[in-house]
Every structure is written in C-alpha cells, then in structure tokens.
C-alpha cells in the first residue's frame, strides 16, 4: 500500500507552537515544544493564550509528509514579541 496522497486529497500539515524565554545570558530559549496542535486555528488560539506567559511565541504550520520525508516551507500563523529566526 501506498503513502502517496491521492489527488484531490489534502497533505497533511505539521502544525506547532513554541514559546521561548530568555536565559541569564539574554539568549531565547524554548520553553516548551514544538507542541503538535490539532488545526490552525487552535493554534492560533493557543499561541494567543501564552503571549502573556512567555517573551515570545509563535506558531506555524507547514505541508508535510514525515514517511517519505517531504517538507513544505513553513508559513506563520501568529507570532508575538521575540522569537528566533526561522530556519
């Protein structure tokens, strides 16, 4: 069987949030994550309910296919005060 996506089938997304904090040194940290969110939207909300907590959040999502090891570029969802760059 294969684990090809059929046409007219939806990819499957990898959708996260990451919170950071700073360190003594001023360096961000994560705090916490990549947590695997359902949908974007939850993550949205998600990201949203930690901005208070953390110096920075984000969330994003990107296509992904882990089985064949196929990757899209990620796309921000909700980001907020600090957080690195994304690679």
Known sequence: MSDHILPGQKKPKLIVV????RGQDGELFPAFGP?????EERAI?????LAGKHVGV?????DADPAIG?????????TCRD????E
């Open 70 to 78: 196929d990757y899209g570029p990620p796309t921000v969802l909700f």
């Open 45 to 49: 909300r998600t990201g949203q309910a």
């Open 58 to 62: 984000i969330a994003w999502s990107r």
């Open 83 to 86: 957080v690195p760059d994304m």
């Open 35 to 39: 947590a695997d969110q359902q949908s």
């Open 18 to 21: 990451v919170a950071f904090d």
